[in-house]
């Protein structure tokens, strides 16, 4: 399932989809009367005083073909608050018949900025489905409309989009299976990443071997597959300024080696190497949004198995 976003200036009492407006935390409905129709607003007024006053999100049927949903924020409400409360408006109307949403940013009564560019993030977050070998995959897309004045800049929707990209690429490597993404197959994908500007340097095992790395090359050794340090750089200021550095666990698969782990968490052993995923996505966010920032992120990728040359305890 995917979440297209497109961006309009102007908005329509009229529009036939869904329509998302902005109310305050007590659902005061007054602002709305010049965004929507007045048949409308007196047909919610009258029901939402029946309203359950735990849910933050509320949608009323105006026809077959048509919802008002009004969103609640509070006065003072966070950046993940915001983000949380576009999570579960795409859990609660991911399942509508109607795929598509116009949002009108004029109702934002709440001035803290970037509110709309959070509550699409969030939305566009849980949107990530990895169905990459499912034979029959969700297929359906949501078109959500920005409407108004409130909308994030140009500069705030490449950041977020960004962020996005590089989330999902994160979840995408972390959600593959270990025979697909063992560290001679992550090494390739991790090579690919120059293309966005990133300086991407691949050390084999001969090249770890010449720098003496063999704690890394001792937990790789009995894989039939290549250990691997890679290290990947962004250059957005100066040489002189001293980069952020971020190192992450690539174990690809990890059985224990020799000292097998139990049979019952084995499977799960895939993840060892969701470390160096984050890593990676935080790498790819930062060059896909030209970021002022000297960034520096070091994977090993090694995949620890019970091989006759496996190591042992004490080696």
Known sequence: MTVQINYKSSSSKKVSSNLVLFVDEKFNINGLKKHILSSDYNYISDLIKKRDEKKKIIAFDISSKKKIILVSLKKKISNSEVENLGANFYDQFKSNKINEF????????????????YFLHGIKLKSYTFEKYKTKKNIKNILIIVTGKNQPTVKDQLKFKSIESGTFYTRDLVSEPGNILHPDEYAKRLNSLRKHGLKVTVYDEKKLKKLGMNTLLGVGQGSIRGSYLVTMEWNGLSKKSKPLAFVGKGVCFDTGGISLKPAKFMEDMTYDMAGSAVVVGLMKSLALRKAKINAVGVVGLVENMPGGNAQRPGD
Do not use: P
């Open 102 to 117: 116009n949002l009108d940013t004029d109702t934002l009564y709440n001035q803290q900025r970037n509110v709309i560019g």
